[in-house]
């Protein structure tokens, strides 16, 4: 049994035939194309290069760049060692209930990260960290496209009731985020 095709099939297939191939020209202009977006991505690549360095090297210079955001009681927490990311925490809207306390954080970063919602350079979290039983858990997240809460921005909410508590690992920024909140939570109580 022989099957033919639908005139309509093979209009469509001769139609696209000649778009398949390229004359020389186009060759040419495709090749030129190319190799100025791929010594564009290389510029690009060694002006990251020289940032990241520049970072190592010094990383609170470029958290010097960053507005402070005083007036939202904001307070600078770390960097990270390769001056990639850096943390503040709020003094306003400290909750306390019982052993647990809730705080705003705020992460700024130097190259844009992702998430569902597309690409930030900064985030708010609203945090509840149970001082007794050293645990942590995120209930917001707004992320920012620009730095300083600047620019669009995404909200994710978690369910309280169902979003898991995480441990405070020793020695790491969650831990002094961790001690700073309890003793802030401490303090908010009285």
Not at 137 to 160: C, H, K, M, P, S
Request: neutral net charge; charged residues 25%; contains cysteine.
């Amino acid at each position: 049994m022989t099957t033919s095709l639908a005139p309509a099939t093979l209009a469509a297939l001769l139609f696209c035939l000649p778009a398949l191939a390229q004359t020389p020209e186009q060759e040419k202009t495709w090749a030129a194309d190319r190799e100025r977006a791929a010594a564009a991505d290389r510029l690009k690549a060694e002006q990251l290069a020289r940032e990241r360095t520049a970072r190592r090297a010094d990383p609170m210079a470029w958290v010097r760049t960053l507005d402070p955001m005083t007036a939202g009681g904001w307070e600078f927490r770390s960097v990270a060692p390769d001056g990639a990311s850096a943390i503040f925490s709020s003094t306003h809207q400290i909750k306390r209930s019982g052993q647990t306390v809730m705080v705003w954080m705020r992460h700024e970063y130097a190259e844009a990260q992702t998430a569902d919602s597309g690409p930030y350079l900064s985030a708010v979290e609203k945090v509840q960290y149970d001082c007794k039983k050293q645990q942590e858990r995120t209930w917001l997240v707004i992320y920012y496209a620009a730095n300083n809460v600047q620019g669009g921005q995404q909200t994710e909410e978690a369910d309280g009731k169902n979003t898991p508590w995480n441990s405070i690992v020793p020695g790491t920024p969650e831990e002094a985020n961790f001690s700073w909140a309890c003793n802030q939570g401490r303090t908010a109580a009285k």
